[in-house]
């Protein structure tokens, strides 16, 4: 999978335009973890998150991204499980997104909507593998080089457990500093 996203990015790249090309960016925010009721109780629900990404604008409408997201950087998150045992989890995830964008004031400002899929790796759940991504941000162009963007991000990763299957969600609302060449 891995593999395959790299490629895509690599192959993305070589496709921009003159309006569009390639970019970097960091973003840093807050998570809440909802666990669809795998656990008893949720003691730590909230920790801070950050995000390191790269990509290509298409052109101004459109664009790809790479990105690896560490949804618990702060610290973990915290549950009680059905024995009462604490236990700490993290998240991570390494995603490939494409996004739509529509730009306003002669492209000062730029909203869009994002859609991706990524490995989600979940230290402490257990499980590793597939998740989507939604999100949707505004962002703001400094200068032909320089942008920054609020955006909102939710990861849903499915885990079954005892036969069940449920659908763990991650909501992360960030700040991120961007960097087009």
């Known amino acids: 999978m891995k593999i395959i996203l790299s490629i895509l990015l690599f192959c993305s790249i070589l496709l921009a335009d003159r309006d569009g090309g390639p970019y970097i960016g960091f973003g840093y925010g807050l998570s809440q973890f909802d666990d669809d009721g795998i656990y008893k109780e949720l003691k730590e629900s909230e920790s801070t998150a950050m995000t390191l990404y790269g990509g290509a604008y298409i052109n101004k409408y459109f664009s790809v991204e790479l990105g690896f997201v560490n949804l618990t950087a702060g610290k973990s998150y915290e549950a009680i499980d059905a024995t009462n045992q604490t236990k700490e989890l993290s998240f991570s995830s390494l995603n490939v997104s494409t996004l739509a964008h529509y730009a306003f004031f002669d492209d000062t400002l730029d909203f869009y909507g994002k859609f991706g ?6 230290e402490g759940v257990g499980s590793t593998g597939f ?13 032909d080089r320089l942008s920054m963007k609020v955006a909102y991000d939710r990861y849903i990763t499915d885990y079954e457990k005892d036969g069940l299957k449920n659908e763990m969600h991650v909501d992360f609302i960030y700040t991120a500093f961007e960097v087009q060449f």
Request: proline share 0%; aromatic share 10%.
């Open 117 to 122: 899929v990524g490995d989600m790796t979940a």
């Open 131 to 143: 998740t989507m991504l939604f999100g949707a941000g505004m962002g703001v162009r400094f200068s």
